[in-house]
């Protein structure tokens, strides 16, 4: 979400078409690209920005010429903060147990889990059946998705240097500076997981694994060609966009005290990154 609204403020002259997924089970997707199909060829070329959860391949049904931009995370981190999430949204009921002694780790009756937990970046990235069963995806899926990312996107940033990639993407892709307070975020409190479970969703997510240290390396070539000039402008961003997010909090508490606005404000701790 934090990451749709700086796409907002940096594409402002075009239509943005939202898919609205927040999940992508077949026929979620198939609705979504029935959605594009149907719009006049007039009005799809007026559109500059395409966002959302997406499997690759959208490009296929466009008019013109596309680039891709992902941003990945850490495997592990990523299912553990999905599964949590899922909990908290009720969407997967509290009684329920991931299992790994079970063949589909007791993930039947939640397909999202299963996709969450199952090398889900690989998945999407490969462009496969996003009906793909739990423990299908194999060292193909993992090489179309190199072979993707290398030949079609644009730029692949990191959630866990989000500043950083941020800066990157204005040199690569001409974004400007905005600031941004995060929204959408998981709070830390959830269901806990046994190092054992933790170490297991590790093996089970070895071509995610794959596929971020791929990501990793590719974002430092691209950090270390900008050299000191970027670590100059991310100590700079990161200060203001620290002090931006602390008035905004402020903000809203006194819109809140003058009964002017209700809804809390969220702020994720951001300390100034080091040199």
């Known amino acids: 979400m934090s990451l749709r609204g700086l796409f907002v403020k940096n594409y402002r ?88 002694f079970r063949g589909n780790w007791n993930t039947a009756s939640h397909p999202e889990l299963a996709y969450a937990l199952d090398n889900g970046q690989t998945r999407v990235l490969s462009g496969t059946d996003p009906d793909l069963p739990f423990g299908a995806c194999s060292e193909s899926h993992l090489q179309k998705a190199l072979e993707n990312l290398e030949r079609h996107f644009q730029f692949v940033g990191l959630t866990e240097q989000f500043d950083l990639s941020l800066l990157l993407l204005g040199k690569e892709c001409g974004w400007k500076w905005h600031f941004y307070v995060p929204d959408n975020v998981t709070p830390g409190e959830g269901p806990s997981l046994s190092p054992a479970l933790v170490e297991s969703i590790r093996d089970l997510n070895r071509f995610d694994a794959e596929l971020y240290r791929y990501a990793q390396e590719r974002f430092r070539a691209l950090a270390d060609r900008h ?43 951001l300390h100034p990154a080091a040199p």
């Open 13 to 100: 002259d075009g239509k943005h078409f939202n898919t609205e997924l927040s999940s992508l089970p077949t026929q979620n997707w198939e609705r979504c690209l029935d959605r594009i199909q149907k719009m006049p060829r007039e009005e799809l070329e007026r559109h500059q920005v395409f966002k959302g959860h997406m499997p690759f391949g959208l490009h296929e049904f466009l008019p013109r010429p596309v680039g891709y931009i992902t941003f990945l995370r850490d495997p592990v981190r990523r299912a553990i903060s999905h599964y949590r999430m899922l909990c908290r949204k009720k969407i997967v009921p509290p009684p329920h147990v991931i299992a790994p």
């Open 227 to 269: 050299g000191w000039t970027l670590r100059a402008e991310h100590r700079l961003y990161s200060v203001g966009n620290h002090l931006h997010q602390r008035l905004h909090v402020l903000r809203h508490r006194l819109r809140r005290r003058l009964g002017i606005e209700r809804r809390p404000a969220m702020l994720m701790p």
